[in-house]
């Protein structure tokens, strides 16, 4: 809980508006309420205005009583966002974003994972700040696949020079890295729909994600970068989602993300 948390934070919500919510009163009514000091954030009395809380992580108490909302189930999208689009909910200079892909109602979702507007593939777009966290925290190290197609071929050095590790300007940068043969079918369609056998494609699987690090340990060999995209996050795959399309989890993924809650933290 911080009065100076952002409060479009995943998650987040205005105290006065989570009492509104919870049927104690209406906002204004809960704003009297926390300027009589009737309102405890975590065993602590709040009298500032403005104060924005976790529901899913603070405890409200309001004149005694400990308040809850019933948990509305969390909405996740898989997405694959097409080159060209931002991976923001909005942009000052008006330019599309992946909140454009989707229809309005699921306009409250958060990107999870970001990509450079340049770079495709799979994105998350989700409500579960737990999830959010999960993925995108270092600390958790869940994989991020991405399918780079290379200008021309590779030569061994190169590759063995980005198998190794590559300095960069911010630090030493590694992945897991091998050559893709040909792309799989399932995505044949819209990364390679032509079999070009001039140019290669290779997987990077990183743990972590640094802006354009891929791009980055590229050019550090002298590779020119062609297409770039993400087709996996953690046990999450882009499966036959073409560029634009999106769908919210099967069955099966909702269960893989409870096991990542479960045994992620």
């Known amino acids: 809980m911080s009065n100076t948390a952002r409060a479009d934070a995943p998650g987040s919500i205005r105290l006065n508006k989570f009492l509104a919510q919870a049927g104690v009163a209406s906002r204004r009514k809960a704003d009297e309420l926390i300027a009589a000091g009737q309102v405890q954030v975590n065993g602590r009395t709040i009298y500032t205005m403005g104060v924005t809380i976790d529901p899913s992580r603070d405890q409200v108490m309001c004149e ?112 897991r890295l091998r050559p893709l043969p040909k792309i799989p079918a399932e995505q044949r369609f819209w990364l390679d729909p032509e079999l070009d056998t001039r140019h290669t494609w290779l997987v990077f699987i990183l743990h972590e994600g640094r802006k354009r690090q891929i791009r980055r340990m590229c050019e550090a060999v002298d590779l020119q970068v062609l297409r770039l995209a993400r087709v996996r996050i953690a046990s999450l795959h882009v499966g036959d989602l073409a560029p634009g399309q999106w769908r919210p989890l099967s069955q099966r993924q909702r269960r893989a993300v409870a096991a990542m809650k479960g045994g992620g933290q």
């Open 64 to 175: 005694g009583r400990l308040i809850k909302i019933a948990a509305a189930e969390a909405m996740t999208l898989l997405l694959n966002k097409p080159r060209g689009y931002l991976s923001t909910r909005s942009d000052p200079q008006g330019r599309a974003t992946v909140l454009d892909l989707v229809p309005a109602a699921y306009h409250h979702l958060y990107p999870v994972g970001r990509l450079d507007l340049d770079s495709e593939g799979l994105m998350l777009l989700s409500d579960d700040g737990e999830l959010t966290h999960l993925l995108t925290h270092p600390s958790f190290g869940h994989e991020k696949e991405y399918w780079v197609q290379i200008a021309g071929r590779v030569p061994a050095p190169a590759l063995r020079k980005l198998q190794a590790g590559v300095p960069l300007e911010d630090g030493m940068a590694s992945a």
